[in-house]
């Protein structure tokens, strides 16, 4: 029978949101329906011939493909779809069906909203560990490399590309745990809050929650359904890391400048005119994709504040989009960082003698000065007066001492003269630096360990989860299977 026309808001909502959400939302209903049987056969709920023909419906609905389906109008959403593709596997029709017995749409939206960004949230998270590590061997590996540290986009004083990078990797340490901590508030299950109230059946939410790898449930059945801090979360988070990481890169793309380390090929882009070209734009891209996570978190923050505290539609389904894309988008931002990591390698970075001549080693003479006996802001005033009468380079210990007398400070011993030169013209001594947080060669090297037992505590919370996923995954076939022979 030919089917009439879409009306306006089919085709112009209902469709367009079917056709993108059913790729993500179908499967996990299908497990969560399951699981959700099951619990009702064991509760005794429904009769076992009915749980029985509908957990095999059900598993013959693990093999659609819900990317394929096509939305003609014969039903509302990608749930009715299930419950009209189930109804068919049981050869029954659909108001014979017992699958939403003590469940609405709002608890079972919510549950598959949560396993679905879990799901997403592990990958964010071993991309997030992944680049990390890389950081790491190569923090530890160029922690002798010396260059030149900015700030306010100005030459400032020598540190090391360990230093740095060791320095991004703390805040990739920090993200990681972060999003640890989210994962563990997004897996708690809200099924069997119904549409918000419960029910006066005797169901077992714990059971369902426990089949589906849940952690806990969410305590009040009114938040379960109609909480959004979550959804906020995930956008904020992923909007911070993201543009943490944009700031790296926009400091590579300096580095790549001058020089200083090398751009790896399969990260370039060639020129149609300019055969010398070779354009690091995965940097570019990498501050866009900031830009856009941004964006999501923007747009998530503003549904969700437009909404009322209950269930609704602006501040959960129509947010769901925008944070499948945003953890899409932090997926493959990380996995693009941690590409790069792999294949990054000093080229030329600056000789000492180019460092000195950017004035960035004058705090330490200063601080040379100081060890010595004399007041800080006094060394300050002796390293100005020579550092505008001429460039590390050219100061002499006869000169140092008359500029000394000159500001007033008095005789220097030969020693305070000889720390402050050698300060000044030697920028690796740097290298030799106790202060732990420093840019000290073995400071740095101790920092990369405990910056990675940081990360290894956020990746062991995700092999955690994985294994209770995975252990849940077995004791729900293992259920299915039993209840579907009977």
């Not at 990498?286 to 998530?300: C, E, I, K, Q």
């Not at 007398?405 to 402050?420: C, E, I, K, M, Q």
């Not at 073995?442 to 940081?454: F, L, P, W």
Request: proline share 4%; glycine share 8%; charged share 20%.
């Amino acid at each position: 029978m030919t089917q009439p026309p879409l009306t306006t808001y089919q085709q112009h909502h209902l469709r367009v949101t079917f056709e993108h959400h059913a790729g993500y939302l179908y499967q996990p209903m299908v497990k969560a329906s399951e699981a959700h049987v099951v619990m009702l056969a064991e509760r005794g709920l429904i009769p076992a011939g009915s749980a029985a023909s509908m957990l095999r419906g059900l598993v013959t609905l693990r093999a659609d493909r819900p990317e394929t389906f096509t939305y003609d109008g014969t039903v509302e959403d990608v749930y009715y779809t299930l419950e009209k593709r189930l109804a068919a596997a049981c050869g029954i029709p659909t108001g014979e069906l017992n699958v939403q017995l003590a469940r609405s749409r709002n608890d079972l939206d919510a549950g598959v909203f949560r396993m679905i960004l879990r799901d997403q949230l592990l990958r964010v998270l071993a991309a997030i560990a992944d680049a990390g590590a890389e950081l790491l061997d190569r923090a530890d590996h160029y922690a002798d490399v010396v260059v030149v540290g900015y700030t306010h986009r100005r030459p400032a004083q020598p540190t090391s590309l360990g230093h740095v990078l060791a320095g991004y990797a703390e805040a990739l340490a920090g993200e990681a745990a972060a999003y640890a901590s989210l994962l563990a508030e997004v897996n708690r299950s809200p099924l069997g809050s119904c549409a918000f109230a419960g029910t006066d059946l005797d169901i077992d939410p714990e059971r369902v929650a426990e089949l589906l790898g849940f952690e806990e449930l969410v305590v009040n059945s009114y938040e379960a359904v109609a909480g959004a801090d979550h959804l906020m979360r995930t956008g904020a988070l992923n909007a911070q890391s993201l543009a943490t990481g944009a700031r790296l890169a926009r400091t590579l793309m300096d580095w790549l400048s001058w020089e200083w380390v090398r751009t790896p090929e399969e990260f370039t882009q060639g020129s149609t005119i300019m055969p010398q070209k070779r354009n690091p734009v995965v940097l570019e891209h990498l501050v866009s994709m900031a830009g856009a996570a941004a964006a999501d978190a923007a747009s998530v923050f503003n549904n969700v504040g437009a909404a009322w505290w209950e269930d609704s539609n602006n501040a959960t389904t129509d947010v769901q989009v925008r944070l499948w894309e945003s953890n899409d988008r932090a997926y493959r931002f990380f996995a693009l960082l941690g590409g790069l990591f792999q294949r990054l390698e000093p080229l030329r970075p600056p000789t000492g003698e180019a460092i000195v001549a950017t004035g960035a080693t004058t705090t330490a003479a200063a601080d040379a000065l100081t060890r010595h006996g004399v007041p800080f802001r006094a060394a300050h005033s002796v390293v100005g007066r020579l550092v505008r009468a001429g460039a590390p380079a050219t100061w002499t210990d006869a000169g140092v001492r008359e500029v000394a007398r000159a500001a007033g400070v008095g005789a220097l011993t030969d020693a305070a003269v000889h720390d402050l030169v050698a300060a000044a013209l030697q920028p690796e001594l740097v290298l030799r630096r106790a202060q732990k947080d420093g840019p000290g060669e073995a400071a740095v090297r101790v920092q990369v360990g405990r910056i990675r037992s940081t990360l290894d505590e956020a990746v062991a919370h995700a092999t955690g989860l994985r294994k209770r996923l995975h252990d849940a995954d077995t004791m729900l076939a293992a259920a299915v299977a039993e209840r579907s022979a009977r």
